[in-house]
C-alpha cells in the first residue's frame, strides 16, 4: 500500500546552508493494509523526518515514496486532498495540536468544513458522536469543552476520532503516547490496536522497544538515517542481528532481569546518537525470510 | 538513618484554593539506600522532591517535619537551607538544559558556585576533574558553554556539580526520562556508581517509570494523590504488589516480551482526582475494583512484612485472616 523507495532526506543548515545533514539515508520499507510497522530510532536517527515525508510535510531529497502505486510528491491540491482522506497523522504532545483559545471538538467542524462540507449538522453531528465513542470517549464528556479541560489522553483520542471520521487507511502515530502516563497509555496502545483489526495500517514511530514489541507485526531498527535492522517484531527482538539492536535492548529497563547481571560492552557509546560520524556505508542482507540486518 | 520525613503536608496556593499535593507523607531512607519514588503525574512525586530542597511559593509548609542525618532541615526558610544544599542535601533536576547558565563556560559556572560557598575553584579542581572522568567526560567541557553538549552529557554535568561536596542525600527527579534508551541506562548506572563510591550516602530517584527503579533502586515507594500507598523492597513492589493501585500500576506496564495478540494489557480506569478537594477516605476508592464502604476511612500505612508497607483496609483485613 505505502512504499518507500530509496528515499534520502537531507537539510542544510549553517549559514547560507553551507552544511548539509543527511537526516534519512537511502531508506526503503514498505506497510501493507492492516500492519502495524514500528519505526524505533533514538533522538535524531531520522523517524520523525520519515514520518513526515509520508504526511507531506516535507519533501524528499532523493527517492520515491508511493500510496497505492502512486507518487505522493506528484499530488496536486486536489489529490492531495484525497491522499489526506486516507492517510492523516497524530503526534506527540496533544495539548499543541489544539487551539487552547477554541473548544477541542472545533477539529471536527474544520474536518467538516474541509473534507464534507455538504453534510447537513445532525448528520454529521451523529458521526462524530459514533467516532469520539469509537475512540473509547463519553461524547457528553469531551464535546463542547475547552482543550484545558480534558487530560492528555482524552486529547490524543480526540485527535484519533479526528482521522477516523475520514475514510482511513494508514495513520502516521509519532511518538503518540510518550507524554501520557503510564494508567493511560496502555489504553490509547490497546485503542491503536483495536483499529488494525478493523484494517488500518499504522506506522508506530516510537523511541520506546516495549510500546513497539506490544503492538507492531514488523519493526524497522533506525540509526542515524539508516535502516540498521528490519524484520517481524518477534524475530528482530527475540533474535537481534545486530550490535546496536543488541545494545538497545540490553539497555531498555526490565522487570525480569537486572542490568548488573548482564553488562554492556564499554564499546557502546554513552551518548547515543546525536554525536559522532555517520553510519558507514553498509547494505541490507537477508538472514532469514523477512529479517533484514544492514552489514558493511 | 540519612533522611526522615514526617507527616509532610505541602500545599499550593492557588486562586481556586489549596491544591493538597503533599498529605501526610512518611518515609525514611537508610544510609547507603537508593530509594525510589513512583507514581502517575500529579500524585506529588516531583513536589515531594522540590520542597525537601527548595520550598518557594506558591508551594506553602502547612506541617511535617524533614530531618537529615538527625538534624531537622528549615524547608520552608530559603535563606537558612542554604547552609544545608550541596552539602546536605542536593538536587539533579529533571532538565538540565535549564540548570545550566548558558552565558558560562562550565567551568565558571562551577567557580561561581563554589566562590559563592567560599570554596577554592583551584584546590577542587583536581576532584572534578576526577569526578568528570568517572562519569566519562573529557575535562575539556570546563572550557564549553552548554550548548555544546549533548542531552546526556548535560545531565551528567549537572549530576558532578551537584554531588561536588558530597552531600549526604542526592535528589534525581526525572533526569533519565528526557535522554534516549543506551544513555538512559548510562546515567542511571551512574547513580548507582556515585552511591557505590560512598560519593553520596544516599539518594531519592524519582520517576514515573518503575522498570528503571527495579534496576537500580533498594526500595521504593509508590504515591497517589499525594500519600505514599505502598513501600518496600524494590523487589516485592515490582514482583509481589500488595495494594490494588500498585499492582494496577506495574501491571499496565509494557515490557518487551508482552505483546497485545498475545496478552493484552489494561489501564487503570478513571483519572486521579483533583487535589484542591480530593476524594475523603483512601484516594485511589473511585478507581479501585475493590472499594468497600470502609474505604470512606484513611486507611494507614501499616507495615505487613519486612520494611513492607501497604495504605489499604483491603490487605489489612487479609493480613488480620492470616494471623
Known amino acids: 500500500m505505502l512504499e518507500f523507495d530509496s528515499v534520502t532526506k537531507e537539510f542544510r543548515v549553517g ?24 519505526l524505533i530510532g533514538e533522538s535524531g536517527s531520522g523517524k520523525s523526518t520519515i514520518g513526515r515525508m509520508i504526511l507531506r510535510l516535507t519533501p524528499a531529497t532523493k527517492g520515491t515514496i508511493r500510496f497505492d502505486g502512486v507518487d505522493v510528491s506528484t499530488l496536486g491540491r486536489k489529490e492531495l486532498k484525497e491522499y489526506y482522506r486516507h492517510v492523516q497523522g497524530v503526534f506527540q504532545d496533544p495539548f499543541s495540536s489544539f487551539n487552547p483559545v477554541f473548544k477541542a471538538d472545533r477539529v471536527f467542524e474544520m474536518l467538516r468544513s474541509q473534507f464534507y462540507p455538504d453534510r447537513s449538522g445532525s448528520e454529521w453531528e451523529d458521526r462524530v458522536a459514533k467516532a469520539v465513542e469509537d475512540v473509547g470517549l463519553n461524547p457528553v464528556q469531551v464535546l463542547n469543552r475547552y482543550p484545558h479541560q480534558l487530560s492528555g489522553g482524552q486529547l490524543q483520542r ?38 488494525r483489526e478493523r484494517g488500518l495500517s ?53 522487570m525480569e532481569w537486572r542490568w548488573r547481571d548482564r553488562p554492556v560492552s564499554a564499546a557502546v557509546p554513552v551518548d547515543g546518537d546525536g554525536t559522532g560520524d555517520a553510519e558507514p556505508v553498509t547494505v541490507l542482507e537477508e538472514v532469514e525470510p523477512g529479517h533484514w540486518v544492514a552489514v558493511s | ?10 500545599y499550593y496556593q492557588t486562586l481556586e484554593g489549596e491544591v493538597k499535593a503533599l498529605d501526610g507523607v512518611s518515609f525514611a531512607i537508610a544510609d547507603g539506600e537508593i530509594m525510589g519514588l513512583a507514581g502517575e503525574s500529579g500524585c506529588g512525586k516531583s513536589t515531594l522532591a522540590q520542597s525537601i ?53 562550565i567551568g565558571k559556572l562551577i567557580k561561581e558556585l563554589l566562590g559563592a560557598r567560599g570554596i577554592s575553584y583551584r584546590a577542587k579542581l583536581p576532584e572534578l576533574e576526577n569526578r568528570l572522568q568517572l562519569v566519562g567526560l573529557p575535562r575539556e567541557v570546563l572550557d564549553m558553554y552548554p550548548i555544546e553538549l549533548s542531552g546526556g552529557m548535560k545531565q551528567r554535568v549537572v549530576m558532578v556539580i551537584s554531588t561536588l561536596l558530597d552531600p ?21 548506572e551512574m547513580l548507582v556508581d556515585f552511591r557505590d563510591r560512598e560519593i553520596v550516602k544516599s539518594m531519592m530517584v524519582v520517576t ?89 476511612s484513611r486507611p494507614p500505612l501499616v507495615e505487613i512484612g519486612d520494611g513492607h508497607s501497604v495504605a489499604c483496609w483491603k490487605v489489612m483485613e487479609e493480613e488480620d485472616a492470616r494471623v
Not at chain 2, 278 to 291: D, H, L, W, Y
Open chain 2, 53 to 105: 530542597v527548595r520550598l518557594v511559593p506558591p508551594m506553602k509548609l502547612v506541617g511535617g517535619v524533614v530531618e537529615l542525618d538527625g538534624e531537622k532541615l528549615p524547608i520552608d526558610d530559603f535563606e537558612a537551607m542554604n547552609r544545608h544544599r550541596m552539602v546536605g542535601v542536593s538536587i539533579v533536576p529533571q532538565y538540565a538544559m535549564s540548570a545550566l547558565n548558558p552565558t558560562r563556560k
Open chain 1, 158 to 195: 480526540m485527535l484519533l476520532a479526528r482521522a477516523l471520521l475520514l475514510d482511513l487507511r494508514l495513520l502516521v502515530a509519532d511518538e503518540v503516547i510518550s507524554m501520557l502516563d503510564a494508567s493511560t497509555r496502555v489504553g490509547v496502545l490497546n485503542l491503536l490496536a483495536e483499529l
Open chain 1, 15 to 38: 549559514a547560507f546552508g553551507r552544511l548539509t545533514i543527511t537526516a534519512v539515508d537511502d531508506v526503503s520499507f514498505r506497510i501493507a493494509p492492516g500492519e502495524i510497522v514500528s
Open chain 2, 208 to 296: 514515573h517509570d518503575v522498570s528503571i527503579l527495579y534496576q537500580i533502586a533498594d526500595s521504593i515507594l509508590i504515591m497517589y494523590a499525594g500519600q505514599p500507598v505502598e513501600s518496600g523492597p524494590a523487589e516485592v513492589i515490582t514482583h509481589a504488589p500488595r495494594h490494588p493501585y500498585t499492582q494496577l500500576l506495574v501491571g499496565s506496564l509494557p515490557q518487551v516480551g508482552v505483546r497485545y495478540d498475545e496478552q493484552p494489557l489494561s489501564g487503570i480506569a478513571g483519572n486521579p482526582p483533583g487535589l484542591i478537594d480530593p476524594p475523603s477516605g483512601c484516594r485511589f476508592r473511585p478507581r479501585c475494583p475493590f472499594a468497600s464502604e470502609r474505604c470512606e
Open chain 2, 168 to 188: 549526604s542525600l542526592l535528589i534525581a527527579d526525572e533526569i533519565t526520562s528526557a535522554l534516549d534508551v543506551s544513555t538512559q541506562r548510562a546515567v542511571a
Open chain 2, 1 to 10: 538513618m540519612s533522611l526522615r520525613v514526617e507527616d509532610l503536608r505541602v
Open chain 1, 202 to 254: 499504522i506506522l508506530f514511530i516510537t523511541h520506546d522497544l516495549a510500546l513497539g514489541y506490544y503492538i507492531s507485526d514488523r519493526t524497522i531498527i533506525l540509526r542515524r538515517g539508516s535502516i540498521v535492522e528490519m524484520g517481524d517484531t518477534r524475530r528482530v527482538f527475540q533474535d537481534p542481528r545486530h550490535p546496536y539492536t543488541q545494545t538497545l535492548l540490553a539497555s531498555v529497563p526490565q
